[in-house]
């Protein structure tokens, strides 16, 4: 393969190895550094608005640099705004992550006509489910053959099953006790409210519920560690006996999907692209949102029967190696961008040839 420049646009990266925030555009980065293409990255690392003007200052600059092959912009439109005016003749993607594709756009007027130009403006479109793909086509007009659905995948390498007795003593878990997952912002929208009522009908059961944000008042059976560093996140999650998320809206879940690629079992919400990442009953169990009796109800569910959890998890982990693994997600992007840059290289010669028959 021809070595090309791609210049990544985010306004969210980690500004350290600790740091959450974006840290599945950094791992693309990475893979497809390893893949041999060349990239160069204009990020914003603070989560403080001020945080903004450094962004911008650097994503002129990278839009303007020769040696950029094609550009990429994650988070619509913060991110694209920059490559967007400035995009010239080279090839420009932008990839919807959640929220931007499901809820921004149709806020009011403004956001949608911005978001719709944004569109129109890309070579192509990339989203990380094919529900936010049908949103796109359906509601805000973009062309069914220039999108396609790349979620972030999951490293299962990295995250894979270990011993759970070994995790639960790593973290100082009680070994016998069934234990809940939860990881993610402390939101109202990720359904925070509802682990912490559903916590109360399983007095045997650990919650642990994991994350930034404003702690609920809860039961004693919930425990709020705060923010896990990613390096550790591994462990945690084979030291529980589900994942559970019962979130309002979502694009693709990180979160779920690590889980899975460690052979453990989820409950969430059927929101956003998770239908498409959990198999009901098989790797998981869907519930709607804002349903407590549903999620305690699952619960106890997973607590009755063991022996099809553990077939859950196993199917999940197969799921997630053959339909969901960064690395193959990355060479499919790969794939659009050496289309996209044939296809520009033949324009270009298309415009040579015009030329010399001018002449």
């Not at 972030?152 to 070994?175: H, K, Q």
């Not at 809940?180 to 509802?194: A, C, D, I, Q, Y």
């Amino acid at each position: 393969m021809d070595p090309y420049t791609l210049a990544v646009f985010s306004n969210a990266y980690p500004a350290s190895e600790r740091d959450s925030s974006g840290v599945h555009i950094r791992k693309m980065v990475e893979r497809l550094i390893e893949k041999g293409v060349h990239v160069k990255v204009a990020a914003k690392t603070s989560r403080s608005v001020l945080g903004y003007l450094p962004f911008y200052l650097s994503s002129l600059r990278l839009a303007r640099d020769p040696s950029v092959d094609i550009l990429q912009a994650h988070y619509i439109p913060h991110s694209s705004l920059v490559p967007w005016l400035l995009k010239g003749e080279r090839p420009f993607i932008i990839k919807f992550h959640g929220d931007d594709g499901r809820i921004f756009p149709y806020r009011n007027a403004l956001y949608r006509a911005i978001t719709r130009s944004m569109i129109h403006r890309a070579d192509f479109i990339l989203a990380v489910s094919e529900e936010i793909r049908g949103r796109l086509i359906t509601l805000l007009g973009a062309e069914p053959d220039r999108v396609e659905a790349i979620s972030s995948g999951v490293n299962t390498g990295r995250y894979l099953p270990m011993d759970r007795e070994a995790c639960r003593i790593t973290w100082g878990l009680p070994l016998e006790r069934p234990i809940l997952l939860f990881m993610g912002r402390l939101h109202p929208w990720k359904g925070v409210n509802e682990i912490v009522r559903a916590a109360g009908d399983h007095p045997d059961c650990l919650f642990i519920v994991a994350g930034p944000g404003q702690v609920p008042d809860h039961p004693p059976n919930c425990q709020f560690p705060g923010m896990i560093q990613p390096q550790s996140a591994v462990s945690l999650i084979n030291a529980a006996d589900i994942g559970i998320l019962p979130s309002y809206t979502e694009g693709i879940s990180n979160f779920l999907m690590e889980c899975l690629a460690c052979s453990v079992p989820v409950i969430a919400t059927g929101v956003g692209g998770t239908p498409e990442l959990v198999r009901d009953m098989t790797t998981g169990i869907l519930i709607p949102p804002h349903d407590t009796a549903a999620l305690s109800t699952a619960v106890r569910w997973m607590k009755e029967h063991p022996d099809e959890r553990t077939r859950m998890g196993e199917r999940g982990r197969q799921d997630m190696a053959e339909r969901y693994d960064e690395g193959m997600l990355v060479d499919r992007m790969i794939r659009i961008h050496r289309r996209l840059l044939d296809g520009d290289q033949e324009r270009r010669n298309s415009g040579r040839d015009r030329f010399r028959e001018v002449r």
